[in-house]
C-alpha cells in the first residue's frame, strides 16, 4: 500500500489559476491520475500521467490543465489556468501500478489521496 498525499486546491475566481501536487511513488512502472468528484455525480478522470511520460487529458480540460513531474521525480502536479465554475470539485490523486493508455476508470486505480477542494466563483 502506497500513501499518496495532495496538497494545493483552494478558491479563486473564474479565469484564475492553482496547482495541486501529490507525492511520487518510487516505482518503476505507475500511472498517477487525476479525478475530480461533485456531489451526486461519478467521480471523472482528468488527467494522467505515467512512469513512461505518456499524458492525457480529458476534453473539458485539454488546453487548460496541464500534469507534470518534477526532476527529482518527487512530485505529480497538476497546473490549472483559466478555470471555470464548472471545474469545481473534489479533486483527487490516484495511482495504479501499470502505464495508462487513453481515458482513465476510477475503478482502475487502487490508491488514493485524501482529496483536496477546488472550488471556482466569483
Known amino acids: 500500500q502506497v500513501d499518496l498525499v495532495e496538497s494545493g486546491g483552494g478558491s479563486v475566481e473564474p479565469g484564475g489559476s492553482l496547482t495541486l501536487s501529490c507525492a511520487a511513488p518510487?516505482?518503476?512502472?505507475?500511472?498517477m491520475g487525476w479525478f475530480r468528484q461533485t456531489p451526486g455525480k461519478e467521480r471523472e478522470g482528468v488527467a494522467h500521467?505515467?512512469?513512461?511520460?505518456?499524458?492525457w487529458y480529458a476534453d473539458s480540460v485539454k488546453g487548460r490543465f496541464t500534469v507534470s513531474r518534477d526532476s527529482a521525480k518527487k512530485f505529480v502536479f497538476l497546473q490549472m489556468t483559466r478555470l471555470k465554475p464548472e471545474d469545481t470539485g473534489t479533486y483527487y490523486c490516484?495511482?495504479?501500478?501499470?502505464?495508462?493508455?487513453?481515458?482513465?476508470?476510477?475503478?482502475?486505480?487502487?490508491?488514493w489521496g485524501q482529496g483536496t477542494q477546488v472550488t471556482v466563483s466569483s
Open positions: 490516484a495511482l495504479r501500478e501499470s502505464w495508462c493508455a487513453g481515458e482513465i476508470r476510477a475503478a482502475d486505480f487502487s490508491t
Open positions: 500521467l505515467d512512469s513512461a511520460y505518456t499524458s
Open positions: 518510487e516505482l518503476f512502472r505507475y500511472c
